[in-house]
């Protein structure tokens, strides 16, 4: 079966640092793959989705950047962080196989930055 | 452009009522796809349901039950005898044909079940 590994679960930062966040998912190839953040207010916005090795695409202007380095390795990171980027980081994942797949989340991080 | 809207900021109900959550959704799309998801206290995302938009039939899963109705966008969420473990944020989701598949959420509806 299919599974989606986040870490690290939480995290505390101070502003200006760097930030790396990882995802992997197993028992599938090919995934596509995708960043969402959920700020306090509960709704979930999507950063990044990919849907290949090296194809990363943006959904909104911001100080995060994603790669994909590997097919089921999906990775979120940031040069300079800002107080603005806490949150709640969902990586989550679904099958390439027809247009009604459902995607599958990951555990989530739980960022501060201080 | 693709829409959710979930109405329902919060929903509190006492253990064994039953409790509708809705679900409005827009989209110029012909062929569409509407999901379920729970969010529990612990904050992952958990699947719950798929609905095609060419399948009206509604659905119903132990004490989950799903109204889908195009003809008023409306894709909505029943628990009945609901539990204290169904608290949660509950969300609807749109995807509609395009590239990976991307998903259009609703803001959530934070569903609270006293004992």
């Known amino acids: 079966s299919q599974t989606i590994h986040q870490w690290p679960a939480t995290l505390v930062q101070p502003v200006g640092s760097p930030l790396s966040l990882e995802c992997t998912v197993e028992?599938?190839?090919?995934?596509?793959l995708y960043w969402y953040r959920q700020a306090a207010g509960r709704g979930l916005q999507l950063l990044f989705y990919s849907v290949g090795i090296g194809q990363i695409s943006s959904e909104v202007p911001q100080n995060l950047s994603a790669s994909r380095p590997q097919d089921r390795q999906f990775i979120l990171s940031s040069k300079k962080l800002l107080l603005s980027d806490s949150g709640f980081y969902l990586c989550?994942?679904?099958?390439?196989?027809?247009?009604?797949?459902?995607?599958?989340f990951g555990d989530g991080t739980r960022l501060s930055i201080l | 452009a693709q829409k959710v809207t979930q109405a329902q900021t919060e929903i509190s109900v006492v253990e064994k009522e039953d409790v509708t959550l809705d679900c409005v959704y827009e989209?110029?799309?012909?062929?569409?796809?509407l999901f379920w998801y729970k969010q529990p206290p612990s904050g992952e995302l958990v699947f719950l349901i798929r609905?095609?938009?060419?399948?009206?039939q509604n659905e119903i899963s132990g004490r989950y039950s799903w109204n889908f109705q195009k003809s008023t966008s409306s894709f909505n969420f029943t628990i009945t005898a609901s539990q204290v473990v169904d608290s949660a944020v509950y969300f609807c989701?749109?995807?509609?044909?395009?590239?990976?598949?991307?998903?259009?959420f609703g803001s959530g509806t934070q569903l609270t079940v006293l004992p």
């Open positions: 609905r095609n938009s060419f399948d009206e």
């Open positions: 989701a749109l995807s509609a044909r395009g590239s990976a598949r991307q998903l259009t």
């Open positions: 028992g599938t190839s090919n995934p596509n």
């Open positions: 989550a994942w679904s099958s390439r196989q027809g247009s009604n797949q459902p995607q599958h």
């Open positions: 989209t110029r799309d012909t062929t569409y796809y």
